[in-house]
């Protein structure tokens, strides 16, 4: 039946040569593992629960989810041209659901890492590092999202309360709060702005014709300024707000509290950075404890 099969595969599908080793390769293990358990199993006497124990296997020996997933296709891929043929009676694979692909977890910056960067390096008085360093600190201060950065204007901005109003998906309103650092920032930053370059927009994030700041240029500022404290592959803008929420949690804030301020609408959204904190626990104890 393999045999046939792959035939199909290659002669009337015309699937890569790959493809069709990858497929034979995975009904090959199978059927060395249903006969493992018992030589009288065939592959029309197979049932959906022999099935399940076979990628139990799979996933307790380390295959990733995304290779066990591919091990299942090819044999649902089998018992449709199996079953189309006659060839048995019917379908177990079909009613077989595969491993969840584990989501990454978020990148993020240490806490040293953003000192390093915001309290020792070197900056600049011209407009363009004050701007850099105020967006970095907005970012890290706040957990908005680039598009909620660019999109600010003067009038959102509270200083005397000091909050922001963060327009944010599908135009939904928050208010986010900044401390004391944020404020001085944010003062020096207009400051300079309206001296060495002008408005031409409402906009508080302008670019050097006074325009407002795109996504595209705020990204590669951010981009630019992570580079100086980290070689971590991922330097965009997102990884400051995962830092903000990190950061939160780990000097105690309460879940409820960082989903709205990120402005999440589910709190499983938020709860993926409870797994990030727990990370970085794992590997504070794996350093510290004689035994870890």
Known sequence: MISRFVSYLRYEQNRSELTVQRYERSLC??????????????????????????LETLVDKGNKATSVNADLSALRSFYRFALSRHLVN????????????????????????????????????????????TIIILLYETGIRRSEAIGLNDEDVDMEAMQLKVTGKRNKQRIVPFGSELAETLRVYV????????????ALLVDKNGQRMTGNQLYREVRRQLSRVTTMKKRSPHVLRHSFATAMLNHEAGLESVRQLLGHESLETTEIYTHTTFEQLRRVYKDAHPRG
């Open 191 to 202: 400051e300079e702005r309206n001296r060495q370059v002008g408005r031409n927009s409402n």
């Open 90 to 133: 019917s379908d177990p694979a079909h009613a077989v659901t595969g491993p969840k692909k584990q989501k990454p977890l978020p990148q993020f910056l240490k806490e040293r890492e953003m000192n390093e960067l915001l309290d020792e390096q070197q900056w600049g008085e011209d407009f363009i590092n004050v701007r850099a360093r």
């Open 29 to 54: 293990d199978f059927e060395t593992y249903f006969k493992g358990l018992d030589e009288n199993l065939t592959w029309q006497s197979i049932d959906s629960d022999i099935i399940r124990r076979w």
